[in-house]
T-cell receptor, first 110, second 112 residues
């Protein structure tokens, strides 16, 4: 079945860039998503990328997709303390439900 | 903009009791998904509905059932609750089957 993997923890200093990585196994994935979850809160869709794209930029967020290596990354520029959260990578192909990674806990040190 | 509404936000039940969770999708969204997120876990897909019909089924226990009503809201019915059912239950909706999923705030179920 499909599998999505992420590193569990990332710690950065305020003002630095954060890069959260994700790998997936389903070569038929058509959509790849990044969700943010703050403590005790719901899942906030941050951004997504279609599988035929290499890069997508949205303000401080940059998503890079290496389809050959099935590697997805989320770069957060000028990381702020408010960015501290768990970031989930998720993929789906066509109409299938989302498959999530385990989430990366980002800690921002002031 | 209107978001996905879930009720209740918190629910405490005893073992072997039943629970009903409700989800109101974003207006004009016809597809609803249910996910379960255990403590420290990633969300796991349970079941989805498109145009009031079940469209996909994931790791939903037989003790659970769900349906989507004519106004597109959905209810997740959980019976014979077990301690392991304690989790955050998310509902998501999309404007069409396969579209972007927007999540509700979740219902935190605690089974004692």
């Amino acid at each position: 079945g499909e599998d999505v993997e992420q590193s569990l923890f990332l710690s950065v200093r305020e003002g630095d860039s954060s890069v959260i990585n994700c790998t997936y196994t389903d070569s038929s994935s058509t959509y790849l998503y990044w969700y943010k979850q703050e403590p005790g809160a719901g899942l906030q869709l941050l951004t997504y990328i279609f599988s035929n794209m290499d890069m997508k930029q949205d303000q401080r967020l940059t998503v890079l997709l290496n389809k050959k290596d099935k590697h997805l990354s989320l770069r957060i520029a000028d990381t702020q303390t408010g960015d501290s959260a768990i970031y989930f990578c998720a993929e789906k192909s066509g109409n299938t439900p989302l498959v999530f990674g385990k989430g990366t806990r980002l800690s921002v040190i002031a | 903009a209107a978001g996905v509404i879930q009720s209740p936000r918190h629910l405490i039940k005893e073992k072997r009791e039943t629970a009903t969770l409700k989800c109101y999708p974003i207006p004009r969204h016809d597809t609803v998904y249910w996910y379960q997120q255990g403590p420290g876990q990633d969300p796991q897909f349970l079941i989805s509905f498109y145009e009031k019909m079940q469209s996909d089924k994931g790791s939903i226990p037989d003790r659970f059932s769900a349906q989507q009503f004519s106004d597109y809201h959905s209810e997740l019915n959980m019976s014979s609750l077990e301690l392991g059912d304690s989790a955050l239950y998310f509902c998501a909706s999309s404007a069409y089957r396969g579209g972007e999923q927007f999540f509700g705030p979740g219902t935190r179920l605690t089974v004692l």
